[in-house]
């Protein structure tokens, strides 16, 4: 599906409800935004059914083993946020 949205007047993108509803996008759902010049590109962000517990001086992951490279996963706990 291709749709044309604008701008208001803050700069915000307001995605269309069939827009939403073809990509399968949830309310309130988070999204991932990445730039290159001329393309913005709008993902999904995962899920995730665990979260970050501090034990003494060392940071845990609580649930499952996200499906993501290492490194990424150690830059993500790194900007970590409650």
Same mark, same amino acid.
């Given at each position: 599906? *291709?749709?044309? $949205? ?7 993108? $307001? +995605?269309? +409800?069939?827009?939403?509803?073809? @990509? #399968?996008? =949830? ?7 990445? @730039? *290159?010049?001329?393309?913005? $590109?709008?993902?999904?962000? =995962?899920?995730?059914? #665990?979260?970050?517990? %501090?034990?003494? %001086?060392?940071? +845990? ?5 996200? @499906?993501?490279? +290492?490194?990424?996963?150690?830059? @993500? ?6």
């Amino acid at each position: 599906m *291709t749709t044309f $949205v604008h701008l208001d007047g803050s700069n915000r993108i $307001v +995605l269309p +409800l069939e827009l939403r509803r073809a @990509a #399968g996008v =949830p309310r309130g759902q988070r999204l991932r935004a990445s @730039a *290159t010049p001329g393309r913005i $590109v709008l993902e999904l962000e =995962p899920e995730c059914q #665990g979260r970050v517990v %501090k034990r003494g %001086k060392l940071k +845990l992951w609580s649930g499952p083993v996200p @499906a993501t490279p +290492l490194a990424e996963a150690v830059e @993500a706990a790194r900007r970590y946020e409650r």
